[in-house]
């Protein structure tokens, strides 16, 4: 027969009554911890997942460097077939295609540029930087240096950059059309078989890795703006360097 609990039992089952309501909702908080933890190291490890697989999508998996570059973050040279001049200096200019401030430089400096390179007063080096594409939310950086990249390999990367400054849009950021790109490259000289390869190193995106890679080693230099241009290692200030006679100046000042 069951006993009628007197008030001492009843005050101590109530005390082992709370005690396991404490203890149960300990371990319910417990595991409801552990479970958001790992749902935010799950989180955490899909972000970085989805971080390298867009990364992926924009650049491609090849890692080739065109012929004018030694390896990943190097600069493009793009005179590597002149004769230099005794103690010619390097001059190493930073431009992203979709900055306006770099065509109005290269409508002023362009032609000069090009004859100390041609003349081999000069070692030019390009840095092709895709930091707009992220202020834009475009991939027009990436696509057109891809693309003059390309056109190296046919020879023409210097006409094809002159042609895709020489048509800039008229509002930044809205970048160019793949039927444009396809024009820059054949009023750069670049046709027949030469034209077929070009093609399929756009479409492949041949070089977007190695583009992005100038882009990271240029930022990590301390190059955030463009364009600039450094001659010797040396930053030139563009407002004193006003015009072709101020860098012919500058760089036979810098030929050693």
């Keep these: 027969m069951a006993k009628k609990p007197t008030a001492a039992t009843s005050a101590r089952q109530a005390k082992i ?17 552990a479970v958001v933890a790992v749902l935010a190291i799950v989180a955490v ?8 697989s867009n990364k992926q999508k924009r650049v491609g998996t090849s890692t080739a460097v065109p012929a004018g570059a030694g390896a990943m973050g190097e600069g493009f040279v793009a005179n590597k077939d002149v004769q230099l001049v005794a103690g010619a200096p390097t001059l190493d200019i930073y431009e992203d295609f979709q900055c306006p401030a770099c065509a109005e430089f290269e409508r002023a400096m362009g032609p000069t540029i090009k004859g100390l390179a041609d003349d081999g007063k000069i070692k030019l080096v390009y840095h092709l930087k895709t930091f ?10 990436l696509v057109m240096g891809n693309a003059a990249m390309c056109a190296a390999d046919a020879g023409k990367f210097q006409t094809f950059h002159d042609t895709v ?14 039927a444009q790109t396809e024009r820059f490259a054949e009023e750069a000289g670049i046709t027949g078989e030469a034209k077929d390869a070009w093609s399929t190193c756009v479409d492949e995106r041949t070089y977007a890795t190695y583009v992005e890679s100038t882009e990271e080693s240029s930022s990590k230099a301390g190059v955030n703006a463009t364009p600039t241009i450094r001659l010797a290692g040396t930053t030139l200030d563009l407002n004193a360097v006003r015009d ?6 500058a760089v036979e000042a810098a030929t050693k």
Excluded: C, F
Aim: glycine fraction near 14%.
């Design 17 to 33: 009554d709370a005690a396991r309501r404490k203890s149960g909702g300990g371990a319910n908080r417990i595991v409801v911890g």
């Design 45 to 52: 490890v899909a972000g970085v997942v989805i971080t390298e």
């Design 132 to 141: 707009l594409d992220a202020n834009l939310r475009t991939t027009h950086s």
């Design 165 to 178: 400054y020489a048509n800039m849009p008229a509002q930044e950021g809205q970048g160019w059309t793949s």
């Design 244 to 249: 072709p006679a101020g860098l012919v100046a």
